[in-house]
């Protein structure tokens, strides 16, 4: 049985696995063909922070293979009162057939995954958020960008971290550009890099947006302020400034490239409007295949269980 924590535990051939049954069911379900991959399945989705996309796609995901969610908010469950987090993986997996949880530490995660009898999914952690950068993927190579170079700029993040990891697995060049004192996790880095002298991926790390996004292919971003960090707003909009990706930048881009965002977006900040509306046809469609990507893991999931 296997879990979907990181991108880090996966090889290259599973990823793509991941993305091809991921493609064929989006193809599928634009036909309105409904497969019942997982018939009579039900995903316990806990959620410990608040979430839009998260929740409907996995929602509306398992459904449409054929099963049902379960939305179980932290402030509904026992969990929220103490509970600890093993005992509740030991229930809920006995129930369920998959679960999918978000939350804070990455160790949370880890502790459930490790007492479930069923496999896990990452809804976002403060160290990774896996789903929606296979989400990315799907997407880029929705919109010809095969082997591209992608910048990054802005936090060093959970969505960092994670584009840190598909590149580094797939082999894609990625350049992250981050203000002082909000560089990528230096343990997640080193780790990245050893994977990506193993798939020959390019990746660098500097604080100038211009230079991350000079001739690049796909430009990204995301907040400024993540779920948990709303007491250092003011700080952080201090330490941004500069960071806008806004046409000036996208300037500096390629002609042909495109925006990407996991939302939300906050307009003026990370993202300027115009830049944001420019792209919003690859952006929403980024967020729709959310719902694609997901079945395909969830498949793929439960086709690798023992
Ligand atoms: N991108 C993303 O995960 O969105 P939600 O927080 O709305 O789930
Ligand atoms: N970095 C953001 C992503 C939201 C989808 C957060 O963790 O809040």
């Known amino acids: ?47 410990e922070k608040s979430s839009t996309r998260t929740r409907v796609s996995f929602e509306t995901g398992i459904y449409q293979l054929g099963g049902v969610g379960l939305f179980l908010s932290s402030n509904d469950i026992q969990l929220g009162r103490g509970e600890p987090m093993k005992d509740t993986s030991r229930v809920i997996s006995r129930m369920v057939d998959m679960v999918m949880i978000r939350t804070f530490e990455q160790s949370k995660i880890e502790e459930f995954a490790k007492f479930s009898k069923v496999p896990v999914v990452n809804g976002l952690t403060d160290a990774y958020h896996p789903v929606q950068i296979m989400t990315d993927y799907l997407t880029m190579l929705e919109f010809g960008k095969e082997n591209p170079t992608v910048a990054y700029v802005g936090d060093g993040n959970n969505i960092t ?54 001739g690049c292919d796909v430009v990204t971003t995301d907040t400024w302020v993540s779920m948990g960090q709303e007491d250092e707003k003011e700080v952080r909009m201090k330490a941004f400034d500069g960071y806008i990706v806004d046409e ?24 300027s409007e115009e830049t944001f509306e420019k792209h919003a046809e690859v952006i929403f469609t980024e967020a729709e295949n959310r719902l694609h990507a997901q079945k395909g893991i969830m498949v793929w999931l439960d086709n690798h269980r023992i």
């Open 248 to 271: 000036t930048l996208m300037n500096l881009a390629k002609e042909d490239a495109i925006f990407l965002h996991c939302l939300p977006a906050y307009r003026g900040y990370e993202v």
């Open 161 to 214: 971290h994670s584009w840190l990891m598909l590149a580094a697995k797939l082999g894609f060049d990625l350049r992250v550009a981050t203000p002082k004192g909000y560089e990528c996790d230096a343990s997640i880095v080193s780790e990245a890099l050893a994977f990506a002298k193993e798939s020959g991926a390019k990746i660098s790390f500097s604080t100038d947006p211009k230079e991350a996004v000079k």
């Open 1 to 47: 049985m296997r879990h979907f924590l990181t991108l880090k535990d996966f090889t290259k051939n599973e990823i793509l696995e991941m993305i091809t049954l991921a493609q064929k069911i989006k193809q599928q379900t634009k036909q309105r063909k409904f497969v019942p991959y997982m018939e009579k399945q039900t995903l316990g989705m806990i959620f």
